[in-house]
């Protein structure tokens, strides 16, 4: 065996020739038996004309039987963890003589896991303000708001027109409502409308253009100045309810607001300490794949960068872009992402040895719940989800989730905690660039 390079091996084999011989007869007299040779009948033609007549496909059988029946052999004999499919060359087979060939291939990383305990990440528990509570409550309310008709009145700032309106002109595909409504002044609202509408009153009707920036949600609309012919139908007034333990009652299982109040810290806590806690343990993780710098399988690392691209083409189609529309260059896309791919694998690596020493495994009970959430989610039987889900190899994946959070979780609990660095001020010369110069 020789070591190439990382995790790349080559072996050369030599199968004897008395080993090439017999394997020879025996594939010669298998097609022997089902040949139709004329003049023949099935198994009778002689030897040499069968061999004549389909040398190199006995040829082909025989490597195929022999090659890897050998190389198994030698690799279990070295004791190797193959990934990958080896590749084969060199290969020299003649009659008479021992069958000699070369198989390259890549291996498993062995490597010696430094200390992951106590690794120091910058970690701190998160705090939640009176200001944060009632932000979170204003949010509550917006979501129990009502609008209220009012008298007819010419509209001002903070009212919603209730509008009734047909594009002109400027979009290619017409734009028309019986009834929208359009908060004055408001900062997702077009300036065209709070213009236009600030002052009419219910009965009026008005035509004016609106102009939508370049990147505005809507594709019909987004960069296009779009004439319209609107009549105002009303004018009404947002309601919000009174933050009192009614309201906390009709939000769910409280009794008071103080409840809800609680509720609400626990909440904004509990996001906040998974968001600071996954990122102290990107960090950890980090500062492990730095401490241990060893030689990854390059099928590995190319798989990895696959999944990245598939990742960010589904995200693109959920966005409405159609992945087919890009010409992906494989090669600078391998070249650029190579780095970062190699340090996730890298990463993946280090946490399964970690698993694997702490005995760190998800259990039947673990991987059930989840099932049970999947199948709730898809609204059918937990027995219809986990056949699908075992079918398609997504229970595997659950599988080993759930054990790379759970050593995750370990590593945390097991790290030294540090303060976190303030964030670095601007520097002056940072502060004047994105100060606007006085005119």
Not at 104 to 117: A, C, H, K, M, S
Not at 239 to 246: G, I
Not at 291 to 310: G, S
């Amino acid at each position: 065996m020789a070591l190439v390079e990382g995790c790349k091996h080559e072996l050369e084999i030599s199968i004897p020739g008395e080993a090439v011989e017999q394997e020879t007869k025996t594939v010669t007299e298998r097609f022997r038996q089902r040949a139709q040779l004329k003049g023949f009948r099935a198994g009778k033609a002689p030897v040499s004309l069968v061999r004549q007549n389909f040398g190199s496909d006995i040829r082909q059988k025989v490597l195929e039987n022999l090659v890897p029946k050998f190389l198994d052999a030698k690799i279990g004999e070295e004791h190797l963890r193959v990934v990958g499919t080896p590749n084969i060359s060199d290969v020299h087979f003649h009659e008479g003589e021992s069958l000699h060939f070369k198989a390259q291939f890549e291996v498993f990383p062995e490597f010696e896991l430094n200390d992951y305990r106590g690794v120091e990440t910058p970690y701190a528990e998160p705090q939640v303000s009176d200001e944060d509570i009632a932000k979170r409550i204003e949010e509550l309310r917006e979501t129990k708001a009502t609008y209220a008709n009012e008298e007819p009145r010419p509209i001002v700032t903070g009212d919603y027109a209730v509008v009734a309106l047909e594009s002109l002109s400027g979009t290619d595909e017409p734009v028309k409502a019986d009834e929208v409504q359009v908060l004055i002044g408001g900062p997702e609202t077009m300036a065209g409308f709070t213009e236009h509408l600030t002052g009419a009153s219910p009965g009026d009707e008005k035509e004016f253009d609106v102009t939508y920036p370049d990147d505005y949600g809507r594709e019909q609309l987004a960069g296009k100045t779009v004439r319209f012919h609107v009549t105002v139908k009303g004018v009404r007034r947002k309601e919000l309810p009174e933050v009192n333990d009614d309201f906390a009652q009709d939000l769910g299982d409280f009794r008071t607001v103080d409840e809800l109040r609680e509720a609400v810290r626990k909440s904004i806590f509990a996001q906040r300490q998974m968001e600071a806690q996954r990122t102290a343990k990107d960090k950890l993780v980090d500062k492990l794949v730095d401490a241990n710098m060893f030689a990854v399988p390059t099928v590995f690392v190319d798989r990895q960068i696959e999944n990245r691209v598939e990742q960010r083409l589904r995200a693109l189609a959920q966005e409405g872009v159609d992945p087919s529309s890009f010409n992906l260059d494989w090669a600078k896309i391998k070249e650029a992402q190579r780095d970062q791919a190699t340090r996730e694998v890298r990463a993946s690596l280090i946490l399964g040895r970690v698993a694997e020493r702490e005995a760190i495994v998800a259990t039947n009970e673990e991987v059930d719940a989840e099932v049970d959430r999947i199948a709730r989610q898809e609204r059918e039987a937990v027995a219809v989800t986990r056949k699908k889900l075992l079918e398609n190899g997504t229970l595997e994946r659950i599988a080993s989730h759930i054990q790379t959070e759970k050593t995750l979780n370990f590593l945390f609990d097991n790290a030294t905690k540090t303060v976190p660095l303030p964030e670095p001020e601007p520097t002056a010369l940072e502060t004047s660039e994105d100060t606007p110069a006085a005119e």
